[in-house]
């Protein structure tokens, strides 16, 4: 797919988008970020230069309420990303009182999504999911 070390964040939260590069990079994973999914697809999509990550973090609450969702799905209907794994972290349960937690895997595969953490992630488990996901 990607470049195995390269992962794309995106939060429109500036110090959690600083943080979970700091964390990645401390693993040595090259870490591409965004603050909002517009930007992103359009850099995986950029001409002769697009970014080719090997996994996707992404937060679900940014300019909309699902923005993540819909980030998510678009990724996995395109052939060019539909193989790449993508973690949802979200703070939209303790936020907002809404419960978007995944119950099944089913779940996880209507939200366009390999696995999904809540805000705030403890930084060894977001760093086992990537590095299972990378396999």
Known sequence: MGDAT???LVDDDKDFLEL???ILESRGYRVVCFSDTQAALAALNAGPQPVKPALVVTDLMMTGLDSGFTFARALKADPRTARLPVIIVSAVS????????PRTAADLAAM????FFDKPVAPEALLDKVKELLG
């Open 20 to 22: 979970e590069r700091r």
């Open 94 to 101: 303790s936020q907002k009182g809404f419960d978007f937690r």
């Open 112 to 115: 366009g999504a390999d696995a």
């Open 6 to 8: 390269t992962i794309l």
